[in-house]
């Protein structure tokens, strides 16, 4: 029987979910963020005016509405230009993961490397072939792009802002010349956005989607803005593609939850919820607890390396003076859990390397995880 990878930073979190561990190891949003009132009495509007109607099936697109106000944000927001058909709802990001996996499964897919682990256990999943594109400062290395398209590979996976797991945005100038390069080789590009939203400052946007967006399968999510649980995200992409993309979508669920999809409708248009000033909250309290780890690194473990200050999302990416698959034993033992570096490498790992999860655990806490993992690399 063909076997999947499990994926080790779900394992972590049964590890890590005695309330003894502080966990800077997933990538869970802070609860206390949630806004379960508004999404309560959305739910009950929801009932009350078309409780019969969003109980039953629904359209393998998504809920129109919804699609439509999707639609508009990515046209003002992120300069995405878009229409209500272009869009496709879908049970999370990682669900568009697993249905770009399938759509290009004939051919190998470039991605970048470190990487997301849940991109490449999907592709894992349809038996995809990876070609690893190393990240550089800027972004992807062009020429090793360029040689993965010339050997085969129909597609590029990536995060051009805040990356998981380095928190890595791409530069204006690789951006501009990544889309002249998908025009020329006629390629395409799996853009996936999952932390766009959470931008702790004003940069210019390295969308892919934004330059050519008829070359580029766009991955939103609302499991960092709104809640995990909700299990919605979200597939922009070119209508002759999405053609193809359905036809999996309903061989795979039939549809996402229409109850769902009508309460997260409700909440973005009919209440008081306001989602930018929701999401100008999230922001404020990550930015700090991003400034907490980086201090506490910088101060409390000597030896440590953070070769680059994350402009938003939820990672920091380090290096620290041991292997940090080593390590991780000894900081469970004292309390601590995190991601080791290797686990997101196709090619030869880092092993200095760790990814560290600021939005989980309270800007007082932080510094006292920190502490536990000095603590073990002296027991080291």
Known sequence: MYGVERSFIREILRVASSPEVLSLAGGLP??????????????????????????????????????????????????????????????????????????????????????????????????????????????????????????????????????????????????????????????????????GEISFGKTDSPLLARRVPERVVYLGSFSKSVAPSLRLGFIRAHCSLLEHLEPIKQATDLHTSTLIQSILR????????????????????????????????????????????????????ASLPVPTDELFGHAIKRGVAFVPGQHFYLQEPDRSTIRLNFTNVSERLIPDAVERIAAAVQDM
């Open 30 to 195: 802070l609860a206390d963020l949630f806004p379960v009132d508004e999404i309560r009495a959305a739910a009950d509007r929801v009932l009350m005016q078309d409780g019969a109607s969003v109980l039953q099936y629904g359209a393998s697109s998504g809920d129109a509405g919804l699609r439509s106000w999707i639609a508009d944000r990515l046209c003002s927001h992120h300069g995405i230009p878009t229409t209500p058909d272009e869009v496709m709802i879908t049970s999370g990001s990682q669900q568009g993961l697993d249905l770009c996996a399938k759509l290009f499964s004939d051919r190998p897919i470039a991605f970048e490397d470190p990487g997301y682990l849940g991109a490449r256990l999907a592709f894992q999943a349809s038996r995809v072939p990876l070609i690893p594109v190393p990240l550089n400062d800027a972004g992807p290395d062009l020429e090793t792009l360029e040689q993965a398209f010339d050997t085969g590979a129909a597609v590029y996976y990536g995060m051009s802002r805040f990356q998981n797991p380095t928190g890595r945005s791409y530069t204006t100038a690789t951006a501009d010349t990544m889309a002249e390069l998908l025009n020329r080789s006629d390629r395409w590009m799996i853009e996936d956005d999952p932390y």
């Open 266 to 317: 409700e909440l973005l248009t009919g209440g008081e919820f306001n989602l930018d000033a929701h999401l100008s909250r999230i922001c404020h309290t990550y930015q700090a607890q991003r400034d907490a780890l980086v201090q506490a690194i910088e101060t409390l473990v000597p030896g440590s390396r953070i070769p680059w200050v994350a402009g938003g999302g939820m990672f920091l990416w």
